[in-house]
């Protein structure tokens, strides 16, 4: 399992060796880390080692001591570095180091910054060194001036160059994700000790590329970690499987309460992605109309009548497809809910629920829809707000509402009341579809009737009880990427409709249950990718 921390939390795991006299020997472990990443990409994009040019952006701090140390080691290396230092100082072991190493400097404040801003953007590597995890608000003045301007050399160029981010790119809150523009987008973000919690959330994943861990010393002086993210041996190992002597009951049974006369295809996604992912059996309850489509698209789902208590499932989907007119089924939506059993609750349901809800039920909003409940419960968010803190949003919403929240996006999050966060990113953005979150509805609820008690299955993954919820629905979300991904794949990265992430769904299952064991595979001693 990935874990991330905030910035808090690493600064207090570096604590003790600091307090040791071991400053020196982390931040050298950092730079070495960062130096070996570039060689590294600079040879997986066939480019040469010496030779090339590194143009370091570089702050007063330690971030900025990083990055001279490393572009030390690349000087070393034969490659031409230059630093620009964006501040009247900079660290000055490391400036040492690096003017030893034939490191060329230059000031942001004695050059012209479109000048200097051209020149950095047709460096082969441009390493972003500027603000570390401590810094809050962003970049200002004449430092903002020219990561701007570099940015803006670097859209629409065909050069080979790319970015690299020291921790984390300057602007990104390594706490929460949110964004102080200007930042310059990173093709790969060497961080160390630990992900930070914002490099994997929205909007910071955004600039962050791809993300690989330095590990330097503090690593078993970590304890929670504020956002985890589920890899392939997680998943592999939270998956259901069915008993020798199982049947379709023991597999569990899913209600699915959705579609209306408006959107009938929404239960017909629902029931196509429950099905998929392993569910014993599906039962219907709808209008006639819709639930007529349901058997001709779905003959394997069982299509009743009555009220939700009239059933009998291990678990319910609800709201996928429903409208504030859809009486009959919003009713049964709110006594499927107070029913006790786990409920994933979507779209249509969202609105019609109480406000006070409990962690069995999750809620699985897009960021408009998470900005509508947000302000029914006293706040103020719009699905812009929701959008530049997904972190801090989710987390709200969980909180306020006391249920499991799911936030759907390029990056899914899903929030625990009790605390802990979940990440995932496995998908396409081919996955923006409609139908995409009827499908992930009824992946999560299927998921629930299989695995809804089964406390001892989390327990033994490492999820603790007060997550358990929150895993299912992230190992849901996961799958639903994962899926939506090979279907992409599968046209040679192509569009998808919604019905080609149930479609290929059970071959992903199948694919990754084979896995006998997770965690990051380390590409060398140095350095662990994240994605």
Request: with cysteine; net charge neutral.
């Amino acid at each position: 399992m990935i874990s991330a921390y905030t910035g808090t939390q690493v600064r207090h795991a570096e604590e003790p060796l600091l307090a040791a006299g071991l400053g020196d020997v982390l931040m050298q472990r950092a730079a070495h880390g960062l130096a070996v990443a570039v060689i590294r990409e600079l040879k997986a994009r066939g480019l040469r080692v010496y030779g090339s040019s590194v143009a370091v952006l570089t702050g007063k701090g330690n971030n900025g001591g990083d990055g001279l140390y490393a572009a030390a080691f690349l000087a070393a290396r034969g490659m031409r570095t230059t630093a620009i230092l964006t501040a009247d100082s900079a660290h000055p072991q490391a400036l040492a180091a690096f003017e030893r190493a034939g490191g060329r400097v230059r000031h942001l404040s004695d050059a012209a910054p479109g000048g200097l801003a051209a020149d950095t953007a047709r460096a082969d590597v441009v390493i972003d060194a500027v603000l570390g995890t401590g810094a809050k608000g962003g970049l200002r003045g004449s430092a903002a001036a020219l990561i701007a301007a570099i940015a803006e050399a670097r859209t629409g160029s065909a050069a080979p160059g790319f970015v690299v981010a020291c921790d984390l790119p300057s602007g990104v809150d390594a706490d929460t994700g949110e964004v102080a523009q200007p930042v310059l987008a990173a093709d790969l973000t060497v961080t160390f000790g630990a992900a930070k919690a914002g490099l994997l959330a929205d909007p910071g994943a955004d600039f962050s590329g791809r993300v690989e861990v330095v590990p330097i010393g503090i690593e078993e002086n970590f304890e929670r970690p504020a956002l985890r993210r589920l890899d392939d041996g997680d998943i592999a190992a939270l998956l259901p499987r069915p008993e020798r002597r199982a049947h379709k009951y023991s597999r569990g049974v899913l209600g699915v309460v959705a579609g209306s006369a408006d959107y009938p295809g929404a239960a017909v996604l629902a029931c196509r992605g429950a099905l998929a992912a392993g569910v014993g059996m599906v039962r219907y309850l709808g209008p006639p109309e819709v639930a007529d489509l349901v058997r001709e698209s779905c003959p394997e789902v069982v299509c009743s009548t009555g009220a939700a208590a009239d059933n009998r499932v291990q678990a319910w989907l609800v709201g996928s497809g429903m409208g504030p007119g859809d009486h009959e089924q919003l009713q049964r939506a709110r006594d499927a809910v107070e029913s006790g059993l786990p409920v994933v609750a979507d779209a249509g349901a969202l609105p019609a629920l109480p406000d006070a809800l409990a962690p069995h039920v999750v809620l699985t909003p897009h960021a408009g829809e998470l900005a509508a409940l947000l302000q029914r419960l006293g706040g103020d968010e719009d699905r812009a707000a929701v959008e530049a803190g997904t972190l801090a949003a989710v987390r709200r919403a969980a909180a306020l509402t006391g249920a499991t929240v799911l936030l759907k996006g390029a990056t899914t999050l899903v929030a625990a009341p009790a605390g802990g966060v979940f990440g995932q990113s496995d998908g396409t953005p081919w996955l923006a579809t409609a139908g995409s979150g009827d499908v992930l509805a009824g992946i999560i609820g299927a998921l629930l009737a299989q695995l809804g008690s089964d406390v001892e299955h989390f327990g033994k993954a490492g999820v603790e009880p007060g997550a358990r919820w929150a895993a299912v629905a992230a190992l849901g979300a996961a799958l639903h990427g994962k899926a939506g991904r090979a279907a992409s794949d599968a046209c040679l990265g192509g569009p998808i409709a919604a019905g080609g992430i149930a479609d290929s769904l059970p071959h992903v299952w199948g694919k990754v249950s084979t896995l006998s064991n997770g965690g990051i595979r380390k590409r060398n001693s140095h350095s662990q990718p994240l994605r």
